[in-house]
């Protein structure tokens, strides 16, 4: 019942935006962008914090007049940075974080754009990646973990700004190529090629990057950090192809696939792997 009924949705939405391109396409453009870019999910209400981030010491960062919420569980002087994905926010690490705290590290993770306590209504990997870069300057970390679009931004952020303080990179279940999701996107709400192409005019003026080359794995051949890219065989979210094309070309990466975990990637043996390859 609830898949017909997102389907309908997702239809009715879709027919309204058409219908709006032949009257106003820049109208269109704007709305259709702002459901791609807008989460539902993951905010943190009314500023009540889960028990997992209560322990955490908090830290708020500001970038283009919005401000976004770190967390901090003090350790050693070897940082690492954890960096959630889409309709998630810090919380999502609470299974990984009590394999992490006995290492002895600090830890610090972060809330995306419009996610957690973080301002802002827009999500997207290139202004995460800003956040990531902020905070980055101030604490250097060493070995950075990212799940779902958070990788991809921990991609684009290396990509950009070719950071070498940072020796070991986590992907779980992480997107690569933009175009996909773009459009995937358009095709979920039947978009017509009108706003599709202006859509991705609109993503070049954003991100001075042309979708076509907005590829992770493309980045990745550049890189020169120890990598563990782990994705599972049956994720719906991120497809498997995904993982496997960082994988081909990232020069210094181990690749694990997993089975059965879906998109979320929460699993003990996975890790115990990932402790191990940061120790």
């Given at each position: 019942m609830q898949k017909i009924q997102l389907f309908l949705l997702t239809k009715t939405v879709g027919f309204y935006l058409n219908c709006l391109s032949f009257i106003n396409v820049e109208?269109?453009?704007?709305?259709?962008?702002?459901?791609?870019?807008?989460?539902?999910?993951?905010?943190l209400?009314?500023?009540?914090?889960?028990?997992?981030?209560?322990?955490?010491?908090?830290?708020t960062f500001e970038y283009n007049n919005k401000k976004f919420q770190t967390y901090i569980w003090k350790g050693n002087e070897e940082?690492?940075?954890?960096?959630?994905?889409?309709?998630?926010?810090?919380?999502?690490?609470?299974?990984?974080?009590?394999?992490?705290?006995?290492?002895g590290k600090t830890i610090i993770a972060i809330d995306g754009p419009a996610h957690g306590l973080s301002e802002g209504r827009e999500f997207?990997?290139?202004?995460?990646?800003?956040?990531?870069?902020?905070?980055?300057?101030?604490?250097?970390?060493?070995?950075?973990?990212?799940?779902?679009?958070?990788?991809?931004?921990?991609?684009?952020?290396?990509?950009?700004?070719?950071n070498t303080s940072i020796k070991?990179?986590?992907?779980?279940?992480?997107?690569?190529?933009?175009?996909?999701?773009?459009?995937?996107?358009?095709?979920?709400?039947?978009?017509?090629?009108?706003?599709?192409h202006m859509l991705e005019t609109y993503y070049f003026e954003k991100f001075s990057i042309d979708i076509n080359d907005f590829a992770a794995h493309k980045f990745a051949q550049n890189f020169t950090q120890k990598a563990l890219i782990a994705h599972d065989i049956e994720d719906k979210v991120v497809l498997v192809e995904e993982g496997r094309k960082y994988a081909k070309y990232w020069k210094n990466a181990i690749y694990i696939e997993t089975s059965g975990l879906g998109h979320s990637m929460h699993d003990l043996e996975l890790y115990l792997k990932i402790v191990d390859f940061i120790t």
């Open positions: 109208k269109a453009k704007n709305k259709a962008y702002q459901l791609f870019s807008q989460p539902r999910k993951g905010r209400k009314n500023g009540v914090l889960p028990k997992t981030l209560q322990s955490a010491t908090l830290e940082v690492i940075l954890l960096v959630h994905g889409w309709e998630s926010n810090a919380s999502r690490w609470k299974k990984l974080l009590h394999h992490l705290k006995p290492l997207n990997a290139p202004k995460f990646a800003e956040y990531i870069n902020i905070v980055v300057q101030k604490y250097q970390p060493k070995i950075v973990i990212g799940h779902s679009i958070g990788g991809a931004a921990i991609s684009f952020y290396l990509h950009k700004y070719k070991k990179v986590i992907l779980l279940g992480a997107p690569s190529d933009f175009k996909i999701i773009a459009d995937n996107f358009v095709k979920l709400l039947s978009l017509n090629n009108r706003i599709k």
